[in-house]
């Protein structure tokens, strides 16, 4: 029987929310306040403000639109819980997850690239009888606007004869034409010309021009009969005699072949690996700006609108701000364009100053959205949202300070406060003792994570928070936290670059220590990822002879070409480890116990258990990726996706297994009394006490647990973990790797998402690695992080064009106390406050 209660005005009440984690919790929480959730990772802050309240309000409100969308209604899953009342609309402000598409940029995210096409459109000054475009052809991503060319993309891409054939003193034989396809494929295409009478065993630079010219650049697709394995003169006999081939094989040159599969790959692997045999070049006709001509002859204040996009917003602002304030002379022949001219240049004026206030004036609106850091992309959507001037709404914030440097948490929270007075309610998940001490209430979730916390320890004035003693966060807050010794390590080495420009860097030269724990900082947009994320991974990988890794496809190329070298110390590096915030699998399918290799040892333990034996299961029996033993409703994904129209799909549990993605003969098999699907419901925690001594398990789920990440349930799909998480799970799985040391390790913004204590915990982790003999290299804003590491660089001064240059090195000590770095006034005060 539910209580009734009655609802306190001006604040939500929540009743008996069980979702996740939460064990049955009543709240009341205040509107028009700045409410932050604390508690350490995993302890179900987030349950509670996006699970709860916000999949509360959006059902409300999907409820009031439409009965289509009610009839669907039943599968959108309702939160667990009893009865939530004063519940505004909600908006959420997530960290994106998952790689966002080339093509978006950041006029597209902000709608200021709506508003410039409008503005050239409808205002533009267009050459004498040229007629009125519409806003869409200023757009490079549409038909009416793409350069004809290179369809829109801004470069071409050729082949060249030194491009395929890199090495000319190799025979064919010996892949002398690097850019045909490897493996079968490549050979295919040497057998066909061996058939054809050319000769695969001489030097390429020894064949005839016309010989070479035709192999690489031919269109033309000859087929002819294959022997495999026969060598050329057997070849030559067999073709004579007319014998029967082992197939026909269909020629094609290798220019051909690149081009191909270039336009037409849906893999963006491949799209790199046939790139690098290409030559690319601006496109010629567009000059690189991706537009067709028509649009590109249209000005406004005096330049064409790839010319204005490419401008930082802090000179747009600038260029925009007489237009807006009619400081412009009018143009007497279109009274009409000088009105819609001062209307829109008003509207980008208004929706700069957020943006410009939010810190983010360095970036200009071309640049692509996947070369920016999760903290920018976060405070992008927030800006939006600022602009948009509703009220009476509650904005539910994960972590906005991800990837701030304190000196722009400043700005964050002036935004926060501004939406706040325009009548606005703010729930923040937040674990930055800076964004907390500012808010007017406190929600702290715990003691600790997953099955061990989803408790309230406290609602109230931040002040109260000081007496509870249950509380990890209270320490934080107002205890103090110290920071353990660490013993002094001299460098190896030094791995020195030279000359890297990307970017906002012009040609920076840069030394990071070998065998220490570097931090890499500077403020939002000073270059630390140009820097690290992209030239240093990219160099040290190709020095290796590698490609980064596989989940970086998606990355493009930064802007402008990635230039520079690695002058020394790459004969101290044998391997490159990113561990990056991308998802560790895009479907439910993937989990941290596929990840970590941690189930192919549980597979096996149910395969020797008695009863599989009698039956001859194998350990594939119990993958939910092979047919023999999963669920066939589902094939194992334990979800069946439900498409919604309009709406995203939302995945909903199996109607036959529910949710154990197993059939019903698997599931009979038991080890110590529980089946494969109540192993991967088991928390790492619990598993591992349930596998207490069978080591190649224990150590596994040991270091899962060293890095704070017992809470997690073993089965846990991957597209329910943060990027935090799958970071750290990243990162236990190269932990458990015995490593031979001269490694390199480089992680972008590791204490994402994780509470203070669980930062204490990452970086007893990294001091493990740097101890085994290897290099680790850190960009972070955390001063518990940058104050425990060896050696800091610090970039700067500012952002964008006001950044990219190493304003101060060395110990956090001397790094602390250099006159013209912004992160230096921080770090001192952590450290005092640590003495």
């Not at 990988?541 to 989940?551: Q, R, V």
Request: proline residues 7%; aromatic residues 6%.
């Amino acid at each position: 029987m539910a209580h009734h209660h009655t609802p306190k005005p001006g604040f939500v009440t929540v009743r008996g929310a069980r979702e996740h984690n939460l064990k049955n919790v009543d709240l009341d929480i205040p509107r028009d306040a700045l409410v932050v959730f604390t508690g350490v990772s995993g302890s179900g802050k987030s349950s509670l403000a996006f699970g709860t309240l916000y999949a509360e309000a959006q059902r409300r409100y999907l409820e009031s639109v439409s009965p289509y969308a009610r009839r669907l209604f039943h599968q959108l899953s309702v939160p667990d819980v009893d009865e939530i009342d004063g519940l505004p609309p909600a908006v959420a402000l997530q960290q994106q997850r998952g790689a966002p598409t080339t093509r978006s940029s950041v006029g597209s995210v902000t709608t200021l690239g709506n508003l410039l096409r409008m503005l050239y459109s409808r205002a533009g000054e267009y050459p004498r009888n040229q007629p009125i475009i519409h806003a869409e052809a200023f757009s490079p991503n549409s038909p009416e606007g793409a350069c004809p060319t290179c369809h829109g993309m801004g470069m071409t891409y050729d082949a060249t004869e030194a491009s395929m054939v890199p090495d000319p003193s190799l025979t064919i034989r010996e892949r002398a034409i690097a850019a045909w396809p490897q493996a079968w494929y490549g050979q295919n295409l040497r057998d066909i010309l061996v058939t054809l009478g050319y000769d695969v065993d001489k030097p390429w630079k020894d064949l005839p021009q016309k010989t070479r010219d035709w192999i690489l650049f031919t269109e033309e697709q000859p087929t002819a009969p294959v022997y495999a394995g026969f060598t050329p003169e057997e070849t030559k006999l067999a073709v004579k005699q007319k014998m029967e081939p082992s197939y026909m094989g269909t020629f094609s040159g290798a220019r051909r072949y690149l081009l191909h599969t270039f336009s037409n790959t849906q893999s963006a692997m491949m799209k790199k690996r046939v790139q690098q045999y290409m030559v690319s070049a601006p496109c010629p006709t567009c000059k690189g700006k991706r537009l067709r001509k028509e649009s590109l002859s249209v000005k406004f204040a005096g330049r064409d609108i790839a010319e204005i996009a490419h401008l930082s917003l802090e000179k747009l602002a600038e260029t925009l701000a007489p237009f807006a304030n009619n400081k412009k002379k009018a143009d007497p022949a279109h009274p009409e364009r000088n009105i819609v001219a001062q209307r829109i240049t008003a509207d980008i004026c208004a929706r700069l100053q957020v943006l410009l206030d939010l810190g983010l004036g360095y970036l200009t609106p071309d640049r692509s959205t996947p070369t920016l850091s999760p903290g920018e992309l976060q405070r992008l959507r927030l800006a939006t949202q600022v602009r948009s001037n509703l009220f009476g709404v509650v904005y539910v914030l994960d972590e906005p300070s991800a990837g701030l440097h304190p000196a722009d948490t400043e700005a964050l929270l002036r935004a926060l406060k501004g939406l706040k007075a325009s009548g606005n309610t703010l729930f923040v998940v937040e674990h930055e003792t800076d964004v907390i001490r500012e808010a007017d209430w406190i929600v702290d979730v715990g003691p600790a994570a997953g099955t061990n916390g989803g408790e309230i320890l406290y609602s109230g004035d931040p002040q109260g928070l000081e007496s509870v003693q249950g509380s990890v966060t209270r320490n934080y807050l107002f205890g103090r936290q110290s920071i353990p010794e660490r013993p002094d390590y001299s460098p190896k080495d030094w791995l020195q670059l030279k000359g890297i420009s990307r970017n906002n860097l012009h040609g920076l030269d840069a030394a990071f220590p070998l065998g220490l724990l570097t931090a890499v900082t500077g403020i939002s947009g000073s270059g630390k990822s140009s820097l690290v994320s992209q030239a240093l991974v990219e160099l040290v990988a190709g020095a290796l002879g590698h490609a980064p890794d596989a989940e970086h496809e998606e990355t493009p190329q930064a802007q402008g070409s990635a230039d520079g070298q690695i002058a020394s110390g790459m004969e101290h590096i044998a391997r490159l480890v990113q561990v990056n915030q991308a998802p560790i699998g895009r479907t439910p399918r993937s989990n941290l116990a596929t990840y970590t290799g941690l189930f192919d040892h549980v597979r096996k333990i149910f395969a020797e258990t008695p009863m599989a034996r009698s039956r001859k299961y194998d350990a594939g029996r119990f993958s939910f990726n092979v047919a023999k033993g999963r669920c066939k409703t589902c094939e194992g994904e334990g979800f069946v996706m439900v498409e919604l129209l309009f709406l995203p799909s939302v995945y909903s549990p199996c109607p036959t297994c529910h949710g154990a993605r197993y059939n019903e003969k698997t599931l009979e098999v038991t080890y110590r009394d529980k089946n494969i699907a109540e192993v991967l419901g088991l928390t790492v925690d619990q598993a591992h006490a349930f596998f207490a001594g069978d080591e190649s398990v224990q150590r596994p789920l040991g270091v899962l647990r060293d890095v704070g990440l017992g809470y997690l349930r073993l089965g846990q799909p991957a597209t329910e973990l943060s990027g935090g998480e799958a970071q750290r799970i990243k990162l236990a799985t190269e932990l458990q790797r015995t490593g031979k040391g001269n490694t390199l390790y480089v992680l972008d913004e590791p204490t994402t998402g994780l509470h203070p204590s669980d930062v204490d915990k990452l970086m007893l982790q990294l001091e493990r690695l740097v101890a085994a003999g290897n290099t680790v290299i850190v960009v972070e804003h955390d001063m518990r992080v940058i104050a425990g590491a060896d050696w800091v660089i610090d970039m700067g001064p500012g952002a964008g064009e006001k950044g990219g240059n190493i304003v101060a090195e060395g110990p956090p000590s001397a790094v602390a106390a250099s006159p013209n770095s912004k992160t230096a006034p921080y770090l001192s005060a952590f450290i005092a406050s640590m003495q």
